[in-house]
């Protein structure tokens, strides 16, 4: 048995020597100085083996295939506060659900909230999330979580096995934050803010003809109207009162 210990190559050969030996002392044919032995020495080998195992397309000293992540870190962090103060001021949610977040994690939520609003499901990656809101990727997956907690939104996570996952799922199941953002792009001006113009036909007119769509109508001559023909007021005024009469 301890020749059979020291020439096993693979964890398999070690498990079958293990169920050997202690089927062995159960039997009586080996005793419990000699089955502890043969135990330690299994150990000791099973270790050995275990050491040389490297896994296969991973490089040494690495324990995933993937590349190591990058930490995001903010070029300009006055910016990144200015914006995560002025998304949390903009109102994400209803106060009495706003009240249950810091300034940071409402800032996570407007711009999920906004994702939603937008395309009904946030499908945004969470380094993605947490740039747009000038947080840290740890404070935007705390938001995410603490809201699901509160029941207002759900996660649907998309594993795949072998390969790097997709970004998480994310739908606001609130009914009261649903109504809050409704009513918020109600209120949304529509156009730009212009007004609606009626422009009018533009066709040339020549004289003594007018617009088919604009019937057509007669303007009152302005009564004393007279060229200016370089004569003096108290002159006019005369000549105006004479066409009166």
Not at 141 to 170: C, F, K, V, Y
Request: hydrophobic content about 35%; overall charge positive; proline content about 7%.
């Amino acid at each position: 048995m301890a020749s059979a210990i020291d020439g096993a190559r693979t964890l398999a050969q070690m498990d079958e020597l293990s169920r050997q030996i202690w089927q062995a002392h159960t039997s009586g044919a080996v005793d419990d100085a000699g089955a502890q032995s043969l135990a330690e020495r299994l150990h000791a080998r099973r270790g050995s083996i275990r050491a040389g195992i490297v896994p296969v397309g991973v490089p040494a000293g690495r324990v995933s295939l993937f590349p190591p992540r990058r930490r995001p870190v903010s070029s300009d962090r006055i910016a990144s506060r200015d914006r995560r103060r002025l998304l949390a001021c903009s109102g994400p949610m209803p106060p009495t659900l706003a009240s249950r977040f810091t300034t940071g994690e409402l800032a996570v939520l407007r711009i999920v909230a906004d994702e939603v609003a937008e395309k009904g499901v946030c499908g945004l990656c969470i380094d993605a999330i947490a740039a747009r809101a000038g947080v840290c990727r740890r404070l935007a997956q705390n938001a995410i979580r603490l809201a699901e907690g509160d029941g207002l939104l759900t996660i649907q996570e998309r594993r795949h096995q072998g390969r790097r996952s997709d970004p998480n799922l994310l739908r606001i199941i609130s009914r009261e934050w649903q109504a809050w953002m409704r009513r918020a792009r109600g209120n949304q001006p529509k156009g730009g803010g212009c007004k609606s113009l009626h422009p009018t036909d533009k066709g040339v007119l020549t004289p003594g003809t007018t617009s088919p769509a604009v019937p057509s109508k007669k303007l009152p001559e302005r009564q004393g109207r007279l060229e200016d023909n370089g004569s003096s007021q108290p002159a006019r005024v005369a000549e105006a009162a004479k066409a009166m009469r």
